[in-house]
């Protein structure tokens, strides 16, 4: 699990800067380059409701607008009791971005579990589906 410690980290002082005054529900994302390098996320929500955007999807859209394209982790860390897996949008996202990479699941608590993302997204549609 100490592989991913950093990453956690780096989610845990992502999500303080959430922006969820809708939902009161704080997520920090943190994605890895294959290179070492980490880029993270918040949740920011609007008045709208639907034109939020998880943490996990800020988090890819800024490594991609950096250049990186390689990755092979991503961690989603909130304070709920029950370990927060990323949505279906985001599943679909981080499927397309990233590929089979582990999604590294925490809370405040030290509650850690790893997941593959093919596992995550059985039978998934992408550009194989073109
Ligand atoms: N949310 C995320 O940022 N990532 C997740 O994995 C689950 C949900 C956000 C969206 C919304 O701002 C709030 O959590 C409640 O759904």
């Known amino acids: 699990m100490s592989d991913y ?3 956690i980290d780096a989610a ?3 999500r303080e800067n959430a922006l969820a005054p809708f939902s009161k529900f704080h997520v920090g994302a943190a ?3 294959r290179d070492g390098r980490i ?4 949740n920011v929500e609007n008045a709208s409701y639907g034109l939020t955007i998880c943490a996990e999807r800020v988090a890819i859209f800024k490594a ?3 250049g990186a ?3 092979d982790a991503i961690s989603v860390v909130t304070a709920a009791e029950r ?3 990323p949505c279906g949008a985001c599943r679909q996202i981080i499927w397309e971005m990233c590929g089979d990479v582990a999604v590294v699941l925490a809370n405040l608590q030290g ?3 790893v997941h593959r993302m093919k596992d995550l997204l059985p039978f998934p549609f992408d550009n194989r589906s073109l």
Not at 39 to 42: D, H, I, L, P
Request: proline residues 4%; aromatic residues 8%; hydrophobic residues 30%.
């Open 5 to 7: 410690q950093e990453l």
């Open 12 to 14: 845990r002082r992502a």
């Open 31 to 33: 994605l890895r380059g």
């Open 39 to 42: 880029w993270t996320g918040c």
């Open 64 to 66: 991609i607008s950096e």
């Open 69 to 71: 394209r390689e990755f």
């Open 83 to 85: 370990l927060t897996p």
């Open 111 to 113: 509650e850690v579990t």
